[in-house]
Structures are given as C-alpha cells and as structure tokens.
C-alpha cells in the first residue's frame, strides 16, 4: 500500500516527552510522510536555567523551546553539531555555572527582535531545523495544583501548590492542574498551526506540567475542538515520581479527559511493555471514547524513554492507516 502524505503535523508537549516526538516525527518529515511539522510548547517552567532567566529578564522561560529546537536538527554534520552546541550546560562555579547555551542565544534573540515567534524562526534558521518551534503563548505564566495528602500531620487535606518544579515533586496526590493567569493568550501562529494540522499529537511528557497544560490555554483548547486534524495521544511509559505516582496508562488518559472532557482523540499510542494487567481497562476506556488502541513496542530497550525510530514507525502506521 502506498504511504500517505500528511500535509502538516503539530505536537504538543514539554521537555524530554515532547522531544522524543519531535525526533520521531522529523524522521516522517525527512521521508515525506509528514510536509509540514510545528511544535507549540509549554513555557510555564520556573526551575533551572530558565526559571533564573525568567527571573530576571521576565521572558518567556527558554528551556522547552530550546530542547524542541535541538530535537527537530538533522542528523547531518551541521545538525548534529549545534544540538550539541545548544544543549552545552555550563559547568564551573561562577554565575554561568548550570545556564544553557541554547536559553541565552533564544533571549538574546527575544531582546534583539521583541518578537518571540520571530526569534524563534530565526533560531530554527540557524539551526537548519526540520520544522518550526512556537510557544504555546506569549505571556509568562504559572501552573499550580489542588494537591491531596501532602501534609502528613492531614493526609486528607487539599493544599494549592504553585510552580511547575513545586508541582511536579509534590509528595501528595495531584487532583487537577490550573494556569495563573486563568486566561492567557494562546501563540496565534500556535493556534493556525493546530487549525490547519492534518494529525495532532499530545504527549509525552510530565502529564501534569507539560502535556494539560496546553488544554488549559483557551485559545489551544478551542483549536483543538475545532481542528479537522486527529488528534493522537501518546502516553508515558511510566509513572512519574510525585507527579504521577502510582498511575498506569488509564490514570494518564482519565487525568486528561477529567481537564478537557469535550476533547475529541482519534487513536491512543502506548507501549506495550507498560499495559501490564492494564489492558482491558485501558481498551475500554479508548473505545468509548470513539477512539483507537494502537500497542506498540515504543521504549528504548531497557530503559523507561521513548525510541524515536520506534515512536516514527508507529505514527507512521497510524498515518498510513488514517
């Protein structure tokens, strides 16, 4: 059967988990599987490097951005080399110590151009980037949680814990995640992007700190709505300490649909080695949904991280399959 062209594709994520996408899907992009690809990205970290440019620059943290940038480079010479340029941690003991190349020259370029998107074009350019890298919106924001259990002195007590890096190392129980401000405005060039996508994808990633979050944008999450494009959701390999202890695929997917119940997915991508005694839960929790179960060998062997060879092989199925 011959293999589908699909004319744009947007991945939704954060950090590591959005990264692996990214790689998975440049390789669809290399061999004309996918035309198109955009990443929108979560930019509400307040850790590390970006956490102390945002400080004191009050810009948009840099972090999730640069790693989406490195994620889309070839694999050539050029590619290779400036993933590597832009990924190099200073190490040291003066104030360089633990900044990140790649977060300097993206506010460098905010600086220079007062245009986020723009900088971040020109960023891609010298890059030589396969895709185009885009901030899920254009103010500084902050996610807090309603956290349960928490406080050992009241195991029942419900506690709003505020920051991303306070969030996801919680020691309780996270019940749902929350944006301040309420309302920001979404990246307009992210929401086009999602409007005009033929496949969508969410997740990987920190579920509560990189994936909800951008349905708890409103311009993202009327896009998602009103996209003709199908949405595949890919879920984590594993729980997370603090931030999803104890949950197994169904947990992620019932997390997701209790912050956007209205969302409508096309088909659910997890890895096989995950499922456990998990299986039937999670097939049923797909299929009345209206969506698809797609299982697939999608780790690293030996290791809880996404294989981008394995993750492109499996979009690639889905897309050929429509």
Known sequence: MARRTAEAAVALGGGHGLAATLSALRRLH?????????AVVT???NGG???R????????PPGDLRMALAALCGDDEWGRTWADVVQHRFAGQGEMQGHVVGNLLIVSLWE???????ALDWMGRLLGAHGRVLPMA???MDITARVRGADPADPTAVQVVRGQVEVATTDGQIESVALVPEDPEACQ??????RAAEWVVLGPGSWFTSVIPHLMVPGLRQALAETEGRLIVVLNLEAQAGETTGFGPADHLAALYEHAPDLTVHAVLVDAGSLAGDGAELEKAVTDRGARLVVADLAVPGEPRHDPDRLAAAFALIVDEG
């Open 43 to 45: 930019v509400a970290d």
């Open 138 to 140: 254009t103010t500084p």
């Open 112 to 118: 220079l151009m007062g245009d986020h998107v723009r």
């Open 189 to 194: 060039e992210a929401v086009e992007a999602i």
């Open 49 to 51: 490097s970006s956490g």
């Open 53 to 60: 440019l945002r400080g004191e620059f009050g810009v948009l």
């Open 30 to 38: 290399d061999d004309l599987t996918i035309d198109d690809l955009t």
